[in-house]
């Protein structure tokens, strides 16, 4: 008898989680430019753990709570008021974050993390941890949503083609049947032609994050598994799975 294989499908912004089914699955939730990539960064140079948090406000709270913690984040992609750091993944070297607590919020990315509520797994995707990501993935054979954080409800190009290369790469061992998946996976087979980073130069969050002076941060995030961890949501903490 032929096994049936888990479903695995792409959901291209919060605004549609509500039409898929999270209910025992593994959710990635993908946020590229930067969330993601600076979550992997931090807990692949030894961060104790990372908090994402929905609020500003909820994050200066924290932090004035935990020992050894630093506040991070931004809005429209600036530092927020009131926080200590921003949401660059280069702020994270092992010399600086080892050991501490990242209490995280951003404006698509920690907001997303918190919208899915009865996932079997929650974890962080983004190219710096991309092999990492798909292995876990391959092991855990229970149904997959990669979830994009994308801008503000709308679409992005980076989570996208994110979730078109971990879909390229897993796809024989899952069953697809979602639009957005194979769209996903047309993307990225398109901009495999030339380097990830090319081919993002001219998404909309490219543009308004280099606009800050940001562009290093962006060549940062399009490098394949640089930071090869699995950051999983472990009850409010975000920790390396091992
Ligand atoms: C987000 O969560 O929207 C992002 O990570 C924004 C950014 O810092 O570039």
Redesign the pocket.
């Known amino acids: 008898m032929v096994a049936t294989l888990p479903k695995l499908e792409v959901c291209l912004s919060p605004a549609l989680l509500h039409l898929y089914n999270t209910q025992g699955a593994v959710v990635v939730i993908i946020?590229v430019?930067?969330?993601?990539s600076?979550i992997a960064a931090a807990l692949h140079n030894g961060a104790k753990c990372v908090i994402p948090v929905a609020d500003v406000q909820e994050c200066i709270n924290l932090g004035m709570q935990i020992p050894n913690s630093i506040t991070a984040?931004?809005r429209?992609?600036k530092v927020a008021d009131g926080l200590q750091y921003?949401?660059?993944p280069s702020e994270y070297p092992r010399a600086f974050v080892e050991n501490k607590t990242l209490v995280l919020t951003?404006?698509?990315?920690?907001?997303l993390l918190h919208m899915v509520q009865d996932a079997d797994t929650i974890i962080t995707g983004s190219f710096l941890n991309l092999s990492a990501v798909c292995n876990f993935l391959i092991q855990q054979n229970k149904p997959v949503l990669l979830g994009c954080?994308a801008?503000k409800d709308r679409f992005n190009l980076e989570d996208t083609l994110f979730a078109g290369a971990v879909v390229s790469r897993i796809k024989e061992y899952f069953s697809i049947n979602c639009d957005s998946a194979r769209a996903a996976n047309y993307l990225y087979e398109h901009a495999k032609e030339s380097t990830f980073i090319d081919f993002l130069r001219d998404s909309s969050?490219y543009k308004?994050?280099s606009a800050y002076g940001?562009s290093y941060?962006m060549e940062y995030c399009a490098t394949p598994d640089l930071h090869p961890v699995v950051p999983i949501l472990r009850g409010r903490e975000l920790i390396v799975h091992t």
């Open positions: 946020d430019f930067r969330a993601t600076t984040g931004e429209d992609g921003g949401n660059s951003t404006t698509n990315g920690t907001r954080a801008w969050h308004r994050l940001l941060d």
